[in-house]
């Protein structure tokens, strides 16, 4: 038997199955995640080297505050000696000033009057000595009294000692320099 198909000719096109377009969308989110994936590793990693390179940082740091420190560790010690060495030498300006002050005041017969002791405490000066006379005392108290660096002097005892000796004993502030007059 013939037979005839009297419906016309249609190209018939084969239409996609819609388990094609899932697969494509599987492949397709594959894809995302796993660029996404590559670029969350990729980060990952460059933090880590940043992390590596800020410890290295922070430890050349850490050495370098060590050495800061230790240099200001010996920069206060040798400001304390410099501060130290500086009032040593005051201090010992001092002394020389004040026994050039004491010798300048001492009568102009030397051999009446002689020092057997001197001390110092802060600005108090006591003096102890000899003398073959008291008028040697009292003119060895007014050149004291005299002195620009010495005030209050007082005659702290004196006694005779011997038939020939009295011995003595001053009492004096020093001058400040704040009680120096300008």
Not at 15 to 24: G, R, S
Not at 74 to 79: C, D, I, P, V, Y
Not at 130 to 140: H, K, M, T
């Amino acid at each position: 038997m013939i037979r005839i198909n009297l419906f016309p000719v249609v190209d018939t096109v084969e239409k996609t199955p819609p388990q094609a377009y899932a697969v494509l969308g599987v492949v397709l989110i594959g894809g995302g995640l796993g660029y996404y994936y590559w670029d969350v590793v990729g980060e990952r990693q460059a933090k880590t080297e940043q992390v590596a390179l800020l410890e290295q940082e922070s430890q050349r740091l850490a050495q370098v505050t060590a050495r800061v420190t230790e240099f200001e560790q010996r920069k206060t010690a040798l400001e304390a000696r410099i501060t130290v060495i500086e009032r040593l030498k005051a201090n010992q300006q001092g002394p020389v000033q004040i026994m050039s002050e004491i010798i300048a005041a001492i009568p102009d017969n030397p051999r009446g009057l002689w020092l057997t002791s001197l001390s110092q405490s802060e600005n108090t000066i006591t003096i102890e000595g000899r003398a073959f006379d008291v008028p040697f005392i009292a003119d060895f108290i007014a050149s004291l009294d005299r002195s620009p660096s010495f005030q209050f002097v007082d005659l702290r005892f004196w006694e005779q000692d011997t038939e020939r000796s009295i011995r003595f004993q001053l009492y004096t502030e020093l001058v400040t320099a704040d009680e120096e007059e300008p």
